[in-house]
Structure formats: C-alpha cells, structure tokens
C-alpha cells in the first residue's frame, strides 16, 4: 500500500536511490528525486519506504524489525551514500542523500539508526558540525562502510495535527511576520520566526488573539488556559521542538496532503516559502472578507 506522510510518519527526508553496477562492488546514484520515510504502518510494524517525489509513488515499503537493520555511510570522498544492511540476511539497499547541502546527513542518518534500534526513540537535531554541500554522488565503492552512531536520547516530540493547526494560526495572525522572513528564505526556518521575542509583541499589541489560541492548547494543562499559560508554551522546549519538527517537514516537500487540513492549498506544503506565502495569501483574503462584512 502507497505511504504518505501522515502523524503515524515518524522522520522522512530527502534521499535518492542508488544501485551496484552488476558484477562490481561499485555503486551508482540515481538522478529521481525521492524521499525516505520510516512510518508505523497500520500492521504495527516499523516500515522504511523509499517515495518518488516526481511520481508520488511509493517504490519501496520495506517492513523493519527493532535492532534488525541499520542506516551506514559508504566509504567514499563526498561521503552521501548510505546503505541500509539487516543482520538477518545479506540484503542491501542504497540512497543517497539529496539535500542540496550536506549539513544535516549525520542528523538525517543517525536519526534514521536510532529509529531503527527503537521506533520510540526521540528524534535529535542541531547535532551537525559539516556545513559543506556537494553534487549528485556519481558512484562510490560498497566494500567498505563506516558506521554511525546514534546520538544520546533526549526529550522531544513529532506535532500534531492540533499543534499544526495552532502553528496556523499564530502565522495567520502574524501576517507582518511571516511576510518579512520570506525574504530570508532559504536561510530563515520556522524556528528562527515563532521565537519568542517575535510572538511576545504580537499577543501584547493583538490580546484579542490569545483566547483564539485556547482550543489549540493542550488538553492535559496543570492550570487553566490564560495569557500566562500561552506565554509559557511558546518559551517551552516542547513547542521549539513541534516547531522544528513541522519546519524540517516542509522541507522534504511532502506535506501536500496535511496542509490541506489547514485550509492550505496543496503547493503549501512543498516547502516553506510556499507555505508561509499561502498562509500570507489567506491571510489577506480573510482580511478583505471580514472588512467586506464590516462595510455592508
């Protein structure tokens, strides 16, 4: 069955495929652009699916069993092909990685192996220290690898559906915001926009949004929801990292579906100057609505 990103995806990134020449140990990248997934499947089981990006086609969907399988770089000079090897048989899987910087491989990957050991383990980012960026690899030898190692566990959390409809409307409301971080694209990210210095004036100078902003909390809170509470959440740990978790996935460009769910259009979710412009875009449109109705 097709995969696609839903709350049950839990790390997805952009990689390509890569295939042995036939009769050699050499390794050769293909041009589609893909994505990996690593999804909880409606079995229960943990599944590694290899996704056309062009195609939206799902064209791998390989079922992993914990400790079974692990995600390894291949030997090579530009270091971006990785193979996914299983203890419990000799098969052997190769991508390569299609970020156009390769910044965030060692991320990708050792979120990728820690996922692999445990499905539950909490993914961990801002641990690269590699800020180079290289072309398609075109080929790399498969005889050796070298190992990487999962980082250290720590808290962290994937957003919900409810979470992302609260990220909406903080960005809806933040009009201005949204519209000036654009520009910083692509070296601007939703976790350098919805800090709090930048939300804080927008609730004192708009106190009207913060009740708005209430069906969204969460709903197992120590105290009842209040302009203290919401000024909590936003310094909190937790809402940086649901942040970065929806940043990192509009960065695949997989999220199409999902942000339909938002009132977005599809082409939102294809990365995040698509989506902060629909967001602007509805914005704007609900504005010129609600002046409509104030007039009649």
């Known amino acids: 069955m097709p995969a696609s ?7 997805a990134f952009k990689a390509g495929r890569a295939f042995r020449r036939d009769g050699s140990n050499i390794v050769e990248a293909d041009p589609a652009k893909g994505a990996i997934l690593l999804t909880n499947g409606d079995d229960g089981l943990l599944h590694f699916i290899w996704k056309n990006r062009e195609t939206d086609v799902s064209e791998e969907d390989l079922i992993i069993f914990p400790t079974d399988a692990t995600f390894t770089k291949v030997d090579q000079s530009n270091g971006r092909v990785y193979v996914l090897k299983f203890s419990s048989s000799n098969q052997r899987h190769f991508f ?10 060692d991320e990708f990957a050792n979120n990728v192996n820690g996922v692999l050991q445990d499905p539950e383990h909490p993914l961990q980012w801002g641990t690269s220290g590699s800020s180079s960026s290289s072309a398609p690899p075109a080929q790399a030898s498969s ?27 903080l960005l809806r409301a933040g009009g201005a915001t949204t519209g000036a971080a654009e520009a910083a694209i692509p070296e601007a990210s939703l976790v350098d926009i919805l800090t709090p210095a930048n939300l804080t004036p927008l609730f004192t100078n708009h106190p009207e949004l913060v009740p708005t902003l209430f069906p969204y909390l969460p709903p197992d809170l120590p105290m009842p929801p209040s302009a203290e509470v919401v000024q909590r959440i936003i310094h909190s740990p937790q809402f940086r990292a649901a942040v970065a978790s929806f940043d990192q996935a509009l960065r695949t460009g997989l999220l199409g579906n999902l942000v339909r769910q938002l009132g977005l259009p599809e082409e939102a979710g294809l990365g995040i100057a698509p989506f902060l412009r629909a967001v602007q875009a509805k914005a704007d449109r609900e504005n010129r609505e609600a002046g409509g109705m104030d007039t009649d």
């Open 143 to 169: 005889s050796t690898t070298t190992s990487t190692t999962p980082a250290a566990a720590t808290p962290g959390f994937q957003a919900t559906p409810e979470q992302l409809d609260y990220l909406q409307t």
């Open 5 to 11: 990103v839903t709350n049950d995806t839990l790390l």
């Open 96 to 105: 390569w990685m299609q970020d156009a910087s390769s910044a965030r491989d």
